[in-house]
């Protein structure tokens, strides 16, 4: 099982409303936790990436928490859906979908997912 930070390092999200709040969020952590800039934006758009997914295909919304642990900044993002297709080739340039997993994966220093109680845990981390 993968390990949880605490309730105080993470927010919520519902509807597509929430994700310029959830975006903000992830920059304002990364930046306090010491991510480069260049990295928070990568970040940003991992988390991007993954919260819209969870918006687009299951229901409830999720969860996310951002902290900083031996040298990385780590990301989970809980929802109630299915495992996530990691480790596929990237969609060609004329696929309408199916290119947002290929980029966090592209991203990030590493990318791991994990059945949790309820749902997925998806584990992003960017090296710090």
Do not use: K
Not at 103 to 123: A, K, Y
């Amino acid at each position: 099982m993968l390990e949880q930070p605490g309730d105080d390092d993470g927010m919520s999200y519902t509807e597509p409303d929430d994700l310029r709040r959830v975006r903000t969020f992830v920059t304002e952590r990364a930046a306090a936790l010491g991510l480069a800039p260049s990295r928070i934006d990568l970040l940003t758009l991992a988390v991007s990436e993954l919260t819209t997914n969870t918006l687009q295909h299951t229901g409830g919304g999720g969860h996310i928490r951002v902290w900083a642990e031996d040298g990385r900044l780590i990301c989970d993002v809980t929802d109630g859906g299915g495992p996530r297709p990691f480790g596929r080739a990237m969609p060609s340039a004329e696929a309408v979908r199916g290119r947002g997993l290929a980029i966090v994966e592209r991203i990030c220093d590493s990318v791991s997912t994990s059945t949790v109680p309820g749902g997925t845990l998806v584990r992003i981390s960017l090296n710090l």
